[in-house]
């Protein structure tokens, strides 16, 4: 049941929509659990679960571990029960969760658009070393991802990291999930405003308090200054995107409701002006209305997004103003979107006259050895630190501009590059079935090698053409929004036999025309076919292209069976 303390004081002009039957909204007075999930947080606050793992958990080892936390509470500690060895993709609908959890997890290191120093960095690199066998992955989301992580070195790995004021606090779970912020905040010679200063607060108001512990299911925060809209904001739960209002100046709209996976939905754009120093008031806002009128009794329908759906955002905003901010938002029309978002990837010069240098890693996937060397050049070369990006990359800020060649260079030896492919530059992948419970199929490792195979197809790809691979329907990779996303599913052979393949998306795109990719009726392919399949559609377009077309508008308009990967007829 929510605490009273945090209840809306609803204002009387406020009429709020009902649904047709009850969704567990605790505003509405509907406050008894109506799934597990919820039982579960009724019946203990998650974030109290730090406290067994340090003084039982940890002690006794994984067979203490209550189902109840490991399952569930966990998550908001960062931490999930990786996939155990031996199950192929055809059992992951079929056996329990119970039945695919290994002794080891997953943790997740929230970095919420903050620089990581020299020192940051190679605590991370240590933690991976020591304790997770030298795995550690950059996500989407600007975190760093371990695997093989026991119970008994948590304690251990939390004091390493939290030295350097890192942290796995609600990394996961029914909770604020890890932010997404500008790479070049602060830095940027075009930047239209530093959030920084309102990503800090924002955490430091929500991280650990128990007012947002308990959210009726994930809840995503994307926040950008620069007109690149480098964040994926239409996609998050709740995004600022740097504006500026033609009397008050620089400050931020509001976006809200976006999100991918099953139903895959835009953020809605209020169109409004919020200033700096209220950036954290809207988000805590947006937050409540989520906690209070969020749906709570179907896991399925339990996002911000369906909640926006059924309001529509002239009502959200009406609650929002009168429910939560107690007074107005100023009217502004939404900024002008880049033709495609920014990664930053390059060598750029900063505002203050060093630079800045984006580097790719091969689909996100690094390990601790790579961090620690990076911490070092950082140090060696007097440089400020790292941000992790919005698309599995980095970049590295305050590079002197004399040391920039050499810095590029060195990040070569170390298995970075600031002078990637556009495959390299362009392709996620999500963790998949080596270690997600959830995952159908290989990505990383299959990734890698389309990567490899497209670098020797297409060497000078005068274009940019991003692939997202995911190894299940959830969209971690952002599948929906790529210009080919490969969703990853069992399918059949040329022989009949059930084989890992991928349900194919076709133009999906942020940025100027966001658009969800195109679906192929009865089209899928083979893991093992899938180098030809994409060097078939990339060939279609650069044939039939216009001058100037990209990717995803040459989508749009191309014959299916361009877009299925067929040869030309043979002419009778």
Not at 211 to 228: D, E, I, M, V
Not at 344 to 371: C, M, N, S
Not at 471 to 498: E, F, S, W, Y
Request: with cysteine; aromatic share 8%.
């Amino acid at each position: 049941m929510p605490d009273l303390r945090f209840k809306p004081q609803a204002a009387q002009s406020t009429e709020i929509p009902r649904p047709k039957r009850a969704e567990g909204q605790w505003a509405l007075g509907y406050t008894e659990p109506l799934n597990k999930n919820e039982q579960s947080k009724k019946d203990d606050d998650p974030l109290n679960v730090r406290d067994r793992i340090l003084f039982t958990y940890s002690r006794r080892g994984f067979d203490s571990i209550d189902p109840a936390d490991l399952r569930g509470r966990f998550r908001w500690m960062g931490l999930y029960t990786q996939r155990a060895p031996g199950f192929d993709g055809g059992k992951t609908a079929q056996l329990e969760e119970e039945e695919l959890d290994d002794r080891f997890f997953m943790m997740r290191v929230r970095t919420d658009g903050a620089i990581l120093d020299g020192p940051a960095l190679r605590a991370l690199g240590e933690c991976s070393t020591s304790y997770a066998r030298n795995t550690a992955d950059i996500t989407d989301r600007n975190n760093i991802q371990y695997h093989w992580i026991e119970i008994e070195s948590v304690p251990a790995i939390w004091e390493r990291l939290e030295s350097v004021g890192l942290t796995t606090l609600e990394a996961c779970g029914d909770s604020p999930r890890p932010f997404l912020g500008s790479p070049v905040a602060g830095i940027a010679k075009d930047e239209i405003i530093d959030g920084s200063e309102a990503l800090a607060e924002i955490k430091r108001r929500i991280l650990g308090n128990p007012a947002y512990s308990n959210l009726p299911r994930k809840f995503k925060t994307a926040l950008t200054g620069h007109p690149s809209h480098d964040v994926a904001p239409e996609v998050n739960d709740v995004s600022f995107v740097g504006t500026v209002h033609p009397e008050h100046g620089p400050g931020f709209d509001l976006w809200v409701g976006g999100g991918l996976s099953t139903n895959p939905m835009l953020a809605h754009k209020l169109g409004v002006w919020i200033p700096l120093d209220e950036v954290a008031d809207a988000w805590e806002g947006v937050a409540g209305i989520f906690r209070d009128y969020g749906y709570r009794r179907l896991r399925s329908k339990a996002r911000l997004k369906f909640l926006l759906a059924d309001w529509g955002k002239e009502k959200f905003r009406e609650v929002l103003e009168n429910e939560y901010l107690h007074r107005a938002l100023v009217d502004n029309p939404s900024p002008a979107a880049p033709v495609t978002p920014g990664d930053h990837i390059g060598i750029h010069e900063q505002k203050d006259g060093h630079f800045y240098i984006g580097a790719a890693p091969v689909v996100g996937r690094i390990d601790g050895t790579t961090l620690s060397a990076l911490g070092d050049l950082v140090d060696a070369y007097g440089a400020a630190g790292a941000r992790l990006t919005a698309y599995q990359k980095l970049v590295v800020i305050g590079v002197a501009a004399e040391d920039t060649e050499r810095f590029a260079d060195d990040l070569e030896k170390i298995g970075l590059t600031a002078r990637p492919s556009n495959w390299r530059r362009s392709t996620m992948a999500c963790t998949g079935i080596e270690f997600c419970k959830l995952a159908i199929v290989d990505t990383k490792e299959r990734s890698r090698r389309l990567v490899t195979e497209l670098e020797k197809r297409f060497p000078d790809l005068d274009t940019q053409i991003s692939v997202n691979v995911n190894g299940c329907p959830n969209a971690c990779a952002r599948t929906q929004v790529a210009d080919i996303g490969l969703k990853g599913q069992l399918v059949m052979d040329a022989d009949g036999q059930q084989v890992e393949g991928f349900q194919v998306h076709l133009g999906g795109a942020l940025g100027l025309n966001p658009v969800m990719g195109r679906k192929l009726r009865a089209h899928k392919v083979t893991s093992a076919g899938l180098d030809d399949y994409v060097t078939a559609v990339v060939s279609a377009y650069l044939g039939d292209r216009t001058d100037g077309e990209r990717f995803a508008d040459w989508v749009a308009r191309a014959d299916e069976r361009l877009l299925r990967g067929e040869p030309e007829p043979v002419p009778a």
